[in-house]
């Protein structure tokens, strides 16, 4: 037991039985990183890690985006935005076949500009939006597919609070990761749309077309999305402009959404105590979590850990592409035991260290490199890549949460049809990880092109 | 996430004062929303952003954030994995849910006894931000109070968490 490095993997095999067994994640890396340094290094070098780790790790400044973010999501939830995005957005499409459930992507991907999680985006849109779909005669593993599918794109569109502790993990800029998010964005909104004119192509009775609406509503309910494009432009427009820090960005995001609701009504001292509260609430939830994966951090890299993983990765003389396929099927994995924050704390300090180690070491120059590109461009790739994968469990048994989210509001679709509906867009999503994988420049040349 | 029932007695009055102190971290975190907006609008407009803004974000949001964990903790909306015990009996869950909250109640109160003595270094080194002279003590306090309402709600959680087991043990 005196061995470091197998106290180490005893630790980490600890952790997977305490999560299994639905210990709280946060509490279960507390409990192994806490043991672990003790036992490694004594208990007093954990008693005095403790005077001032957690208000260091709370008090980092590039995390304090993540409660600015996720009150501007809650506020967004608890105001009219979405209404009108998904009204705007049926106006244009909602007279072709399978146009209520494009409009209601094109809504999701609105929704997620201005917020930062997939079950808010999810759960929001859904009220809105299925009754509608429902209505209009489409099918139940249309509505339901598309809208838990939509949710992801709350996270993949900035501000995303994933990519935020990422940035922070890898030491990564924000913005610039939030400029690497744009394309791939596009491109599953998309891939989305396509999805659906295929689905209703195959099945016609699936999504019927709509009537057209007059000329003067599409005005109207063009305009009454002009908001979000506002605030989207002003918080993200202002970020990739360079003309303030993401966190100034999300301060002025989240007080413009809550003038917007003060104005038009929708936010009231009860919804916005509500805000609070889930803001409390998740802020808390993330914070535990990430002080957990520090002190689990602390432990790991002192028994060693990463490093072997690193070096065993590097002895086995598999292609360096083979192995990032590896570690995103394993996060692919890992997104059916747990939630996409705790997955991108737990596995990203290991997973990171393989890849460097790949790619040719600290410093090493693009043309000799693994991956052929430098370790701070692959980092942004990398970045894109693991976002798009860790979402994927929020719409996959066994956890999917955006599904259950979805169920709970479409009381007479059966889970198992929404889990069907959701299958194309897995295969849509599965295509564009293939399609970022094989062209880099996807995610890499925006960021590039920004930096002049 | 559902908020439970206030019972009445000491378990309603910890209710309201652990959703009270979340609230006061709520609106502290408005505050640091409203400090970095009038920055911003000074930057833009007098052309002199307020100063020290960096360190009163970074304190605000670590004491606000402290703030919320005792309510977190109260409404169990720390995460946990759904996959293999979901199929489990209701005796094992339960005894899950007794040992996370003695882990949560273990944890609350190290942290208070070691962030006590981090609150007496830094008040004997007079430890302070650098621009604005905010002494860091001052913050460790409020952190203190959060810690003791996590103790409290850890408590809660473990009184509930018991009762469960002793409801499915007999079974």
């Known amino acids: 037991m ?54 260091g790790q709370f008090s980092i400044y590039d995390l304090s985006v993540v409660p600015m973010f996720v009150l501007m999501g809650a506020l967004a939830s608890a105001s009219g935005l979405s209404a009108s995005l998904f009204r705007g957005a049926n106006a244009w499409f909602g007279r072709f076949r399978g146009g209520t459930a494009m409009a209601a992507i094109a809504a999701c991907a609105g929704f997620g500009a201005v ?35 939509g949710g992801v794109l709350g996270i993949l569109i900035p501000p995303s609070v994933v990519l935020v502790l990422y940035s922070v993990i890898v030491e990564a800029n924000i913005a610039t990761m939030f400029m690497a998010a744009f394309i791939p964005g596009f491109l599953a909104v998309a891939l989305f749309l396509v999805t659906i004119a ?70 009231r001292w009860r919804q916005v105590r509500e805000a609070l509260l889930e803001t409390a609430a998740i802020s808390g939830m993330i914070y535990l979590i990430l002080l957990g994966a520090e002190m689990l951090k602390v432990f790991m890299s002192r028994g060693g850990v990463p490093q072997a993983m690193a070096e065993s990765m ?52 693009a043309s000799e490199a693994g991956f052929g590109m430098t370790n701070d461009d692959l980092k942004i790739w990398f970045g894109i890549l693991a976002l798009i994968v860790v979402e994927l469990g929020l719409i996959t048994p066994p956890v999917g949460m955006n599904v259950y989210v979805i169920s709970a509001i479409a009381r007479d679709v059966p889970m198992r049809e929404t889990f069907l509906g959701v299958i194309p867009f897995f295969v849509a999503e599965i295509f564009r990880v293939a399609l970022l994988i094989a062209f880099p420049a996807l995610v890499l040349w925006f960021p590039h092109w920004m930096a002049g | ?91 094992l869950r339960a005894l899950m849910g007794l040992a996370a909250s003695l882990t949560a109640l273990a944890f609350s109160v190290l942290l208070l006894w070691r962030m006590w003595f981090g609150l007496l270094d830094q008040k004997a080194y007079g430890y302070t931000t650098t621009i604005l002279q905010f002494p860091h003590w001052i913050a460790f306090a409020a952190v203190l109070v959060s810690l003791v309402l996590l103790a409290a709600a850890s408590g809660l959680t473990l009184f509930h968490d018991r009762q469960d087991v002793a409801t499915f043990g007999t079974r």
């Open chain 1, 314 to 365: 590097l002895g086995s003389d598999l292609p360096p592409v083979l192995v990032l396929a590896l570690l995103l099927g394993a996060l692919i994995l890992l997104g059916c035991l747990m939630d996409s924050l705790s997955m991108i704390l737990l596995a990203i300090p290991f997973f990171w260290p393989v890849l460097v180690a790949l790619n040719g070491g600290d410093a090493v120059i």
């Open chain 1, 198 to 267: 295929i689905h209703v192509r195959i099945d016609p009775e699936a999504g019927p077309a709509g009537v057209a609406v007059s000329g003067r509503r599409l005005v109207t309910d063009t305009v009454a999305m002009a908001p979000v494009a506002i605030i989207f432009g002003v918080v993200i427009g202002g970020i990739y402009l360079g003309l303030y820090n993401p966190t100034p960005a999300a301060a002025v995001g989240a007080a413009l959404v809550w003038l917007h609701g003060a104005l038009t009504g929708g936010l």
């Open chain 1, 2 to 55: 005196t061995d470091p490095f197998v106290i180490g993997f005893g630790g980490l095999a600890a952790l997977v039985t305490l999560i299994a067994l639905r210990m709280p994640i946060a509490y279960a890396m507390i409990l192994v990183g806490g043991i672990g340094v003790s036992l490694l290094d004594g208990p007093g070098v954990l008693l005095s890690q403790l005077k001032t780790l957690a208000y």
């Open chain 2, 1 to 91: 996430m559902t908020e439970q029932p206030r019972g009445p007695g000491i378990e309603g009055f910890l209710r309201a004062a652990i959703t009270a102190w979340a609230l006061a971290g709520g609106g502290l975190l408005v505050l640091v929303i409203a400090l970095n907006v009038l920055s911003v609008v000074g930057g833009a407009v007098v052309g002199r952003p307020f100063p020290g803004d960096f360190e009163i974000t970074e304190i605000g949001i670590a004491v606000a954030v402290f703030a919320f964990l005792p309510y977190c903790q109260m409404t169990g909306a720390n995460v946990k994995a759904e996959i293999l015990t979901s199929r489990a009996g209701p005796r």
């Open chain 1, 115 to 149: 917020c930062g999680s997939s079950l808010a985006t999810a759960s929001t849109m859904g009220k809105v939006a299925l009754p509608e779909l429902r209505s209009s005669g489409y099918s139940g593993a249309l509505s339901t597919g598309t809208l838990a599918a």
